[in-house]
């Protein structure tokens, strides 16, 4: 039986999901929710949902059958739509990052213990074949230096990035996949120290048009920092660095250098490619990678396997960007993730 599924946010990045979802058999458009009800009617339209759309998501969760949730809002907008659908035995997938703040992320990771239900976290780099079999490549050797960066050519033209209280700043909203990448290649972090720049002038200056799609090179209000760079503590005893700007420049470029005994390795985006003692190996991503992470879910709450990024991943790797953040408050001292961590995990 089809997986009957609920979108909870539906501007950006929930239509590479929605898509996904259309385009597979074992999975259902239902229902679609928006604050933006006009969104959330154009989504349910386009994706030929079933059901209905709703503005709130308990009035979708009362009014149609779901077995689960896909949910793309912002950083600051989690909290009672997780809580909501835990209560109800509603299954949920939720987009990086999974929370604003640790309190936030603990209370719905409380619920969901609670309620016993199945979740996933769309960090889908993880899902990657040439990620995975890098991991296990690396999974044989001792890992010396995790060295990550994520470079974007300019800001999202959405307000809410803008603010460190909305969007997290860009530790918390975007790098967390390189963070989250590194404990997946080199297990848990221990400690995190961090320094923060804003380097370019974003204040619009007279006469600047904004583009109206892609990228922009300055926005009225403007407030986190464009640039940050990170030195991270594995438990293993592995370093790991952390580069990330949004400063416009020209191209897209996020991924890894990792040092091992007896191997370097290249991931670029989701690809990799890596230099050991038996040679050289190069694995290409298909085009639709980034489609795994949601279809391993649907899998798991039809009862086929497992989710393998579940909520408590999610909260370990926002520690990690918060840590990051914390340590600058700090006057950048380390700062140990286990002070960050809700009690318990
Ligand atoms: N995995 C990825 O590669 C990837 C890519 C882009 C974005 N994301 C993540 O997805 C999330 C959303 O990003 P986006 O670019 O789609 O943002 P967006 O602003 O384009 O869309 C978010 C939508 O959520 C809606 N919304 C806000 N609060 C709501 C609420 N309480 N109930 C229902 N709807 C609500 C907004 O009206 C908006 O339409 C972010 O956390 C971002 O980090 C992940």
Redesign the pocket.
Known sequence: MAVRLGF???????NRHLSCAHKHDEMEVVAT????IE?AQAAAEKYEASGDAYGD?VEMLEGEELDAIVI????F?HGD?EEAAAERGVHFFV???VAISMEMAGRVLSAVRKHDIITQV?Y?FRKSAPIIAAQQMLSERAVAMVQAHYYMPGL?N?G?WTKMELGGGQLV??ATHMLDLGRFLAGDVKSVMGKTSTVHDWEPPAGYEQPEKGLVAHKKGFEIPDTTALILEYESGAMGTLSCSLVPQVAWDNGFKVVAEGALLTIDGPNANWTTAEGETAEQAPDDWADAVLIEFVEAVQGKGEATIPYEEGVKSLAVSLAGYESVNRGNAAVEIAEILPAGI
């Open positions: 909870v946010g539906t501007g950006g990045i929930a929710c928006d604050v933006v969104l998501v793309c809002t912002p950083p907008a739509i987009e990086k990052p769309g889908m999202p959405k809410w909203e975007q």
